[in-house]
């Protein structure tokens, strides 16, 4: 399983973007996926994920109200999207897939999540 986060850039704060993470095989659409986030210095941290079938999100506080996550199964593709940025969202964004077929169980912690794309940077400027 390899995983292509795209999407990342420079935007200003308040502003807006959108991150996309292409999959590929044939079971995407029988996991959760996760988006994490991880600053200089600081600990890779939860942002969002959804359920293999789109019906469950889940959200960290810090972010909550402004991103949102999508996924299209006919496309293998999990999307973050991402507004009213702050410059503490400024991080490299990793998308990474659940270790267990049709389960949401504790998506929150990284070791939940087998395979990882390479990561893009999101910087917001000030």
């Known amino acids: 399983v390899q995983l292509q986060a795209s999407g990342g850039g420079l935007v200003q704060a308040g502003g807006s973007l959108g991150l996309s993470c292409a999959a590929s095989g044939r079971t995407f659409s029988t996991y959760t996926m996760g988006w994490f986030r991880q600053a200089p210095g600081k600990e890779r941290e939860f942002v969002a994920a959804?359920?293999?079938?789109?019906?469950?999100?889940y959200y960290a506080d810090s972010v909550r109200g402004r991103f949102a996550i999508s996924r299209e199964n006919a496309k293998n593709t999990v999307y973050l999207q991402m507004n009213s940025l702050k410059p503490e969202d400024t991080a490299v964004y990793y998308c990474a897939r659940h270790n267990t077929r049709f389960s949401s169980w504790s998506v929150t912690t990284t070791t939940t999540y087998d395979y990882w794309g390479q990561g893009t940077l999101v910087t917001v400027s000030s």
């Open positions: 959804i359920t293999w079938d789109g019906a469950r999100t």
